[in-house]
């Protein structure tokens, strides 16, 4: 079997459009693996937005600081492979194919009871990074919930930290329809006696939070009263703030672009500050500095080449729209720009349009490479509510020459990853990953 083979079956036979909620069939497919899980140290996140950013920091953190550190992610952008990493690199194939192995068997056990015992894709995976984070010998996770918290496959955790990002409508369908829902189903990750650090500060979903906490008698660190950022400068690719919380840092350097990552930067230090103190070793000031100085998230107002220079931020959703908004009125303000846009049928498009196509001069909508993008003509539709200068042009590639072509200096990219990491790709490669036609 090669890794495309492998992709296909995951992608195929554990589709990810299968969403069961429980924990029963990712608890048992670990006990039949050995629980790999409780083999590492880890720092369990989640968050409507920032809870990709706030693992990678923590990643980097613990790398700095000399541990063998796994990190998962989800969703990736162009491979499969971005999802499970250690030390921030890609583990070879041969490793990948060994662990599917060893999951695809007891998997297709679990199969055999009938369709509730499946394991779904999301599942499959978990247990396969969980394997290879135990062969590889990790010694501390960093681990990203793929939605909401409490039924997420994740949840198998036995973290030393529980972080909340933030808490903003989205998958609504799954989570519920108000914030104080949503922030029950992401307070789920929060286990007994742990500590749980919050980035998010409007008030009803700080109370669920807060009495969550009270129950699990876990001690809560609130963004705004336990820790704090200030002295924010923002210069693209080289950002600046002080930080004040278990230990403070006076001009820390954050590569990270958009106010919004000083929130995430300030969450995963406070984070790893509490998760050395678990673990009974030292925070330096000095690894402190180069974890976030390096760190960098793909498709998160990044920026590539000159010209035309292309900016990818995967905002998806309406919180995550408006911190894009911000990141272009700071960094690009008075520039000519171009935007090519891409939502997903389940996303709110009104909440993501109405901000960011005023921000474009000239807008493409085109369709995200996903089964969840069918009705790209009615992303069209509303977003000539609130732009004059709209086109639209189902295949990304053809739309972003179109742009080229025009001779637009600054094209956007965004609306979702998935278009994202396809159109990424076809800009640094020159071609597409061969995934694409498997995952697409």
Request: contains cysteine; aromatic residues 10%; hydrophobic residues 40%.
């Amino acid at each position: 079997m090669t890794y495309l083979e492998m992709l296909e079956y995951i992608y195929k036979e554990r589709p990810s459009g299968k969403i069961t909620l429980g924990l029963e069939r990712i608890i048992e497919l670990c006990e039949l693996l050995g629980n790999p899980q409780h083999s590492f140290r880890s720092v369990h996140v989640t968050g409507t937005n920032g809870k990709g950013s706030v693992t990678k920091l923590l990643s980097n953190l613990m790398i700095e600081h000399g541990f063998q550190t796994g990190a998962y992610y989800s969703p990736h952008l162009s491979s499969f492979k971005e999802r499970i990493l250690v030390n921030e690199e890609f583990v070879p194939d041969e490793l990948y194919l060994e662990c599917f192995k060893e999951v695809q068997k007891f998997a297709k056990q679990m199969d055999q009871k009938g369709e509730a015992h499946k394991p779904s894709f999301f599942e499959f995976t978990t247990a396969m990074a969980f394997c290879i984070f135990q062969r590889t010998k990790v010694e501390t996770g960093a681990i990203e919930v793929g939605l909401g918290g409490r039924f997420d496959a994740t949840n198998v955790l036995k973290s030393d930290v529980a972080v909340i990002v933030t808490v903003g409508y989205d998958h609504m369908h799954i989570l519920g329809d108000t914030l104080e829902k949503i922030a029950f189903e992401k307070a789920g990750i929060i286990k007994d006696s742990i500590p749980t650090v919050c980035g998010e500060t409007k008030p009803g979903p700080v109370e669920v939070i807060k009495k969550v906490c009270e129950e699990k008698r876990s001690e809560l660190h609130l963004l705004s009263r336990d820790f704090i950022y200030e002295n924010m400068q923002m210069k693209l690719n080289e950002n600046r703030f002080d930080f004040k919380g278990l230990k403070n840092f006076e001009g820390l350097e954050l590569t990270l672009n958009g106010e919004h990552q000083f929130l995430n930067a300030s969450v995963a230090l406070q984070t790893f500050l509490l998760f050395a103190d678990r673990m009974g070793f030292e925070v330096k000031e000095e690894a402190v500095r180069r974890a976030l100085k390096k760190t960098t998230h793909p498709g998160r107002f990044e920026v590539v080449g000159e010209k035309p220079r292309y900016i990818f931020d995967g905002a998806h959703n309406a919180p995550a729209a408006a911190s894009l908004k911000r990141a272009v009125n700071t960094y690009l303000q008075g520039e000519r720009l171009a935007g090519l846009v891409g939502i997903l049928d389940d996303k709110d498009k009104v909440g993501v349009l109405s901000q960011i196509a005023p921000l474009f001069e000239r807008l493409m909508i085109t369709r995200p490479v996903s089964h969840r993008a069918t009705n790209p003509q009615e992303t069209y539709e509303i977003a000539r509510r609130y732009n004059d200068n709209v086109s639209f042009e189902p295949d990304p590639v053809k739309a972003l020459e179109t742009l080229k072509e025009e001779g637009w200096s600054t094209i956007i990219i965004t609306g979702s990853l998935y278009l994202v990491g396809y159109v990424r790709d076809y800009v640094l490669d020159g071609k597409l990953e061969p995934e694409w036609a498997i995952a697409g």
